[in-house]
């Protein structure tokens, strides 16, 4: 499984890339072995893993065009989130998967369960949850997804909720509201 580089994420926001240093982006980890972080989330406006690995060749104005993306905010807050909690790795399906390449796209669906089940952590953003509780009821505010956040009527949500040994849900401005 190819992961993002906490450290390496949050130096190149910042504008941070020593001279002659060559540090990767992403890295190809043994997800049995490897210590990381995931990200389940509802995608929106999303970087590629071609944006991401492409970014400090891009020429400025296009840069911070895909820095003010809304899925590059979900990639810095996770990898803030991990670096708190003293991971070097997180791994989001957006960015992590070269969806160019039908071999990895097929291998990443089939492994996706796997993945989950070995994070150490899994973080859950809902992007339309802005208490800060978790929702236990019904609620009307929810309407377009039968009552619930948006999170709980994908696809791929229950595998998300199962299989990670621990589980961080956060609410849309990423203050924590619960956890399983």
């Excluded at 589980?167 to 990423?174: A, G, L, S």
Aim: aromatic share 12%.
């Amino acid at each position: 499984m190819k992961v993002l580089n906490v450290e390496a994420v949050l130096d190149r926001d910042k504008g941070i890339h020593p001279a002659g240093c060559k540090t990767e982006i992403l890295r190809e980890l043994d997800d049995k072995t490897a210590s990381y972080a995931i990200l389940s989330h509802r995608w929106g406006t999303e970087v590629s893993y071609e944006e991401i690995t492409g970014l400090m060749k891009m020429a400025e104005e296009e840069r911070e065009e895909i820095r003010q993306c809304y899925g590059y905010q979900k990639i810095i807050k996770s990898c803030e989130l991990a670096m708190k909690d003293g991971y070097e790795w997180v791994w989001i399906d957006t960015c992590c998967i070269e969806k160019q390449s039908s071999s990895e796209l097929s291998e990443a669906i089939n492994s996706m369960y796997q993945w989950y089940q070995n994070a150490q952590v899994c973080y859950v953003y809902l992007n339309n949850v802005d208490v800060s509780v978790f929702p236990t009821e019904l609620n009307s505010k929810f309407s377009k997804s039968n009552s619930w956040p948006e999170w709980f009527v994908r696809g791929w949500t229950l595998q998300e909720l199962i299989a990670p040994k621990q589980v961080e849900f956060f609410n849309k401005d990423w203050k924590p509201i619960g956890n399983k």
